[in-house]
């Protein structure tokens, strides 16, 4: 059983930057991929962004291209997605999750993570 604890999140203001980090309880991480979803109330959970096992492939939902970067230190058994120009539609509750499945990386369905987090909120004000 692996946890993951999600931090970084917070109210920062439109174009400005924010770092999400996950944290994996124990030295397994290396063994996931892992994804980054968001929430906003009254939608449904939405892909963002994975990496592969090694880090060595991401994938990033068209509506962060370009302003997210998912990243995986395996030897600190951390992931992160670093957040940059930052827009009020970003605003959400995001998650990490973890998935044992290999194979293609990019979006999955969140009903197949095998672990979650329990999020961090995100505030872009306008």
């Known amino acids: 059983q692996v946890q993951l604890v999600e931090s970084g999140g917070g109210l920062v203001q439109a174009g400005g930057s924010l770092r999400l980090s996950c944290a994996a309880s124990e030295r397994t991480l290396a063994r996931y991929v892992i994804l980054w979803f968001r929430q906003s109330p009254g939608k449904e959970r939405e892909f963002v962004a994975a990496?592969?096992?090694?880090?060595?492939?991401?994938y990033h939902a068209d509506s962060v291209k370009g302003r997210f970067t998912i990243s995986r230190d395996n030897a600190k058994d951390m992931a992160y997605l670093q957040m940059n120009s930052l827009k009020a539609e970003d605003t959400a509750v995001y998650y990490c999750?973890?998935?044992?499945?290999?194979?293609?990386?990019?979006?999955?369905?969140?009903?197949?993570?095998?672990?979650w987090g329990k999020g961090t909120l995100v505030t872009v004000s306008s």
């Open positions: 990496i592969s096992q090694s880090g060595g492939r991401t």
């Open positions: 999750a973890a998935d044992t499945r290999a194979g293609a990386i990019g979006p999955r369905d969140p009903h197949d993570m095998d672990y």
